[in-house]
């Protein structure tokens, strides 16, 4: 039998003349796990996709068990055993956790579907991977890390051979993360075969037999984990770019800061308890915390969407009243949410059109009317500042990186020139050089006198950019980080333990 279940020979792929994938060669071992790295528009995620039919290769040859296959779309890989856990969640929020893991592989018993069937595997489905929902429950109802685990029960509701993970850690707390690492070690054991496509090098070392890193669309090297190190991935990476993105750089500090926004004995539902806290002008504050201790309840509550039960807000000095995130657009109040995927863009608009969404009044000639000129203006000024990689401002969003998915989430808002920033794990799910990018944008931000707040897991994101960190544990505020605390990791991963 072929050592290898799957090989992807001299794949070729390109988006309006953009040649994201050159000639690429992979290999998957049987009962392996293989991880996949790279940069930012490195070619991972669209290798996965032609593999699993979502995309059509250009040219080269994909083999399945040492036999040449062609896909037609996503069904034609599923009927020989490959699924795909993808970065941007299939999951639909109007149906339920049952209807979600069986869509379109409903069980039958006769004529009619077998709810109860159904609703049996599901439960025993989801208690294999350790996950405590209901199967009623609908998906609208989910936090984001919980829709992770469901797409994951998705892909594991069929017999798999070859399982595709994106990013499936990028919403996931630590302990879900060591479930997760349970499942994959039993899967292995099983004998399946895993990609596993992850920016996190800590989880690539510990979980992976061997690792391929992409950049730019190229392979760089193969080699077993345990021939690797975070280093040595990193400097394969990135090349000759800039390596020192996570350090922290004292910024240019505006003269005699007021205050942006004081918020005070802050309630909201039954998760925010009397939390209080203030940002300055021209200062980034971080708020750190485990998943389900509040952060990103509090940016929520703050743009309008969660209701204040209880708490004063002002801004430089003016009391506020947030009902709607119409009165927080108006104060000056922008967030870019956690999922820019499902509340952030809209994936089957192109580049300039997502642009416009938060900025029609800026670009209307008359209530019917808008000014084309003035759009094409805009989002070129975005491209150029934020360094967006785009073919054109025609482009379908869909069509761009992660990274660069996320610039334009972060540029609507900028164009619009807001007082403060809320930021909600702005770096999810992108790789280190659009990391470190995006960094440098919110630092400038600051710079120009205006505020950001914002949320993110990695603890050295946190470090390299903020002032100070508050720190949230149970929807309560346990402390308060000065920059002179804050100059290691160890410092906030002990703090946001409680």
């Known amino acids: 039998m072929n050592e290898f279940v799957l090989q992807m020979k001299n794949i070729v792929k390109s988006f309006y003349g953009n040649n994201v994938l050159k000639n690429v060669n992979f290999n998957l071992e049987r009962g392996h796990v293989h991880a996949i790295v790279g940069g930012n528009g490195a070619g991972k995620s669209t290798l996965m ?12 040859e994909i083999l399945v068990d040492g036999k040449k296959v062609e896909f037609s779309g996503y069904s034609g890989a599923t009927s020989v055993g490959i699924r795909m856990i993808f970065q941007e969640l299939s999951v639909v929020p109007t149906l339920t956790v049952v209807e979600n893991i069986y869509l379109n592989h409903e069980e039958r018993k006769g004529f009619f579907n077998d709810d109860k069937g159904m609703r049996e595997g599901a439960k025993k489905l989801l208690a294999r991977l350790g996950i405590d929902v209901p199967v009623n429950e609908k998906i609208a109802n989910l936090s984001v890390g919980y829709c992770q685990l469901i797409e994951i029960a998705k892909a594991l509701s069929e017999k798999v051979k070859i399982l595709v993970m ?78 020192n993105a996570f350090e922290y750089h004292e910024r240019r500090k505006i003269q005699n800061p007021g205050v942006m926004i004081d918020v005070n004995e802050l309630c909201v539902d039954n998760l925010i308890t ?21 952060r990103t309840e509090i940016l929520e509550s703050l743009f309008g969407i ?21 009165n927080a657009i108006r104060s000056g109040i922008a967030l870019v949410p956690e999922d820019r995927r499902r509340e952030g863009l809209v994936l ?22 808008i000014d084309s000129a003035k759009i094409k203006k805009i989002s070129e000024e975005s491209i150029a500042d934020l360094n967006i990689k785009t073919g054109s401002i025609d482009t379908l969003i869909s069509n761009l990186s992660g990274g660069n998915q996320q610039k334009v989430v972060i540029a609507k808002w900028l164009k619009n020139d807001p007082k403060l920033l809320l930021l909600d794990e702005p770096t999810a ?20 006198g205006k505020s950001v707040i914002v949320v993110s897991s990695e603890i050295s994101e946190l470090v390299a950019m903020c002032d100070r960190i508050v720190v949230l544990v149970n929807g309560k505020k346990a402390k308060e980080l000065t920059r002179n605390e804050i100059n290691n990791q160890g410092v906030i991963q002990h703090a946001i333990q409680g």
């Open 49 to 60: 996709k032609i593999l699993t039919g979502v995309y059509k290769k250009d040219s080269g």
């Open 274 to 294: 009397d939390v209080s806290f203030h940002v300055n002008e021209g200062e980034i504050v971080g708020l750190a915390g485990l998943m389900g201790s509040g």
């Open 306 to 326: 969660r209701k204040i039960r209880k708490g004063k807000i002002t801004i430089q000095g003016k009391p506020v009243e947030i009902k709607n995130t119409h």
């Open 166 to 243: 994106d990013e499936p850690t990028s919403s996931l707390s630590d302990t879900e993360v060591t479930r997760l690492f349970n499942i994959v070690r039993t899967l292995k054991s099983e004998g399946v075969s895993i990609v596993y496509i992850s920016h996190r090098m800590n989880e690539i070392l510990e979980i992976s037999d061997e690792v391929t890193v992409l950049r730019d669309g190229e392979h760089i090297i193969t080699d077993e984990a345990k021939n690797l190190t975070i280093a040595g991935i990193i400097n394969h990476m990135l090349g000759d770019t800039e390596r």
């Open 348 to 369: 089957i608009h192109t580049l300039k059109n997502n642009l416009l969404l938060a900025l029609f009044d800026k670009v209307k000639k008359s209530r019917l009317f």
């Open 429 to 448: 799910g992108i790789d280190i050089g659009a990391k470190g990018e995006i960094i440098k944008i919110i630092e400038n931000y600051a710079v120009s």
